[in-house]
T-cell receptor
Framework: KAGVTQTPRYLIKTRGQQVTLSCSPI?????VSWYQQTPGQGLQFLFE???????NKGNFPGRFSGRQFSNSRSEMNVSTLELGDSALYLC???????????FGPGTRLTVT | GENVEQHPSTLSVQEGDSAVIKCTYS??????FPWYKQELGKGPQLIID?????GEKKDQRIAVTLNKTAKHFSLHITETQPEDSAVYFC????????????FGTGTQLKVEL
C-alpha cells in the first residue's frame, strides 16, 4: 500500500510570493492534517480536514489556508510569504477521526 | 491548550542498552499518546501508541507506559541497535480534539557501537 505522498519535495520562494503544497493520503484514508516543523518551534499543528471540511485549526495567521477535495487529496496555501515561513511542511493521513496518523516525507519550503 | 514536555533532549546509549524517554502532558482530557521516530530527511514514522484506557503496550523491543494520574508517559526501547538512532517525538491529543496532535520537543537518540 502506498504511503502519504507530498509534492513538491523542495521549494524555494521569494518573500511576498504565494505557494501551494499538495498531499495525497493513503488510499482509503479520509482525514488529512498539516503540520509545520521548524528547529525553533518544533512540530506545530496547522489544520485538519475530514470529508472536505476543516475540522480544526491551529494558531497560524490567515495567510495559511487549506482545502480537501472529494478524493481526500489536500492542498495548503501560504500567501504573502515571510522569511519565517521557511520550514518542513508535513501532511499526515488517517483513516478517519481519532485514528492513527501516518506522515508523508514533507515539503521543504525555503523563503528567501 | 495542551502542553507536552519531553525529556531528555539528547540521549546517548551503548548498543544493547535500554533507552527511556519521558513525556508529561498538561490536559487531563488527553486520551491518545503516539510516539514517532524521525530520521534525517524523512517524515515522522509512527512506532507505537497508547490510549488512555491502557497502562502499557509492547511491540517487540519497544514499549510505552502511561500514568494518567501523574499525566506522564514514557517510551522504552530495549536492546538498542545503531538503526534506532533518530529523533523521537511524543505527542498527545485531546478527547474531542479530532486528530490534532500536540508534540513534545523531541529527543535525539544516539546508539553508539
Amino acid at each position: 500500500k502506498a504511503g502519504v505522498t507530498q509534492t513538491p519535495r523542495y521549494l524555494i520562494k521569494t518573500r511576498g510570493q504565494q505557494v501551494t503544497l499538495s498531499c495525497s493520503p493513503i488510499s482509503g484514508h479520509r482525514s488529512v492534517s498539516w503540520y509545520q516543523q521548524t528547529p525553533g518551534q518544533g512540530l506545530q499543528f496547522l489544520f485538519e480536514y475530514f470529508s472536505e471540511t476543516q475540522r480544526n485549526k491551529g494558531n497560524f495567521p490567515g495567510r495559511f489556508s487549506g482545502r480537501q477535495f472529494s478524493n481526500s487529496r489536500s492542498e495548503m496555501n501560504v500567501s504573502t510569504l515571510e522569511l519565517g515561513d521557511s520550514a518542513l511542511y508535513l501532511c499526515a493521513s488517517s483513516l478517519t477521526l481519532y485514528y492513527e496518523q501516518y506522515f508523508g516525507p514533507g515539503t521543504r519550503l525555503t523563503v528567501t | 491548550g495542551e502542553n507536552v514536555e519531553q525529556h531528555p533532549s539528547t540521549l546517548s546509549v551503548q548498543e544493547g542498552d535500554s533507552a527511556v524517554i519521558k513525556c508529561t502532558y498538561s490536559d487531563s482530557a488527553s486520551n491518545y499518546f503516539p510516539w514517532y521516530k524521525q530520521e534525517l530527511g524523512k517524515g515522522p514514522q509512527l512506532i507505537i501508541d497508547i490510549r488512555s484506557n491502557v497502562g502499557e503496550k509492547k511491540d517487540q523491543r519497544i514499549a510505552v507506559t502511561l500514568n494518567k494520574t501523574a499525566k506522564h508517559f514514557s517510551l522504552h526501547i530495549t536492546e538498542t541497535q545503531p538503526e534506532d538512532s533518530a529523533v523521537y517525538f511524543c505527542a498527545a491529543s485531546i478527547t474531542g480534539g479530532g486528530n490534532k496532535l500536540t508534540f513534545g520537543t523531541g529527543t535525539q537518540l544516539k546508539v553508539e557501537l
